[in-house]
Nanobody, 117 residues
Framework: QLQAYGGGLVQAWDSLRLSCAAS????????MGWFRQGPGKEREFVAA????????YYTDSVKGRFTISGDGAKNTVYLQMNSLKPEDTAVYYC????????????WGQGTLVTVSS
């Protein structure tokens, strides 16, 4: 019910913008976020945005380089990625949570970002 897109092959220091939109059955999200899974690694949190108040959260490795934004009413979230590094190479997943606590209930299919050095 979430569709993520915008991945691709870029060079180090390039920028890329990922998008994620909900489709099908509608729901009201409280938080939407991005996660990623690099080669041989576990899925990790990247960024999230809480619609009430607009607070944003980032993992340390992307602070200052990535920006999350979106429209809560449309269940749409973006991830602007600047100054990309080879270690950012991963499949990026968007997720949505309908409650202030608990896990993400909705997930996108993932979009591959490959950063070459």
């Amino acid at each position: 019910q979430l569709q993520a897109y915008g991945g691709g092959l870029v060079q180090a220091w390039d920028s890329l913008r990922l998008s994620c939109a909900a489709s099908g059955r509608t729901f009201s999200s409280h938080v939407m976020g991005w996660f990623r899974q690099g080669p041989g690694k576990e899925r990790e949190f990247v960024a999230a945005i809480k619609w009430s108040g607009g607070n944003t959260y980032y993992t340390d490795s992307v602070k200052g380089r990535f920006t999350i934004s979106g429209d809560g009413a449309k269940n749409t979230v973006y991830l602007q990625m600047n100054s990309l590094k080879p270690e950012d190479t991963a499949v990026y997943y968007c997720g949505a949570r309908t409650s202030p606590t608990g896990g993400y209930e909705y997930w996108g299919q993932g979009t591959l970002v490959t950063v070459s050095s």
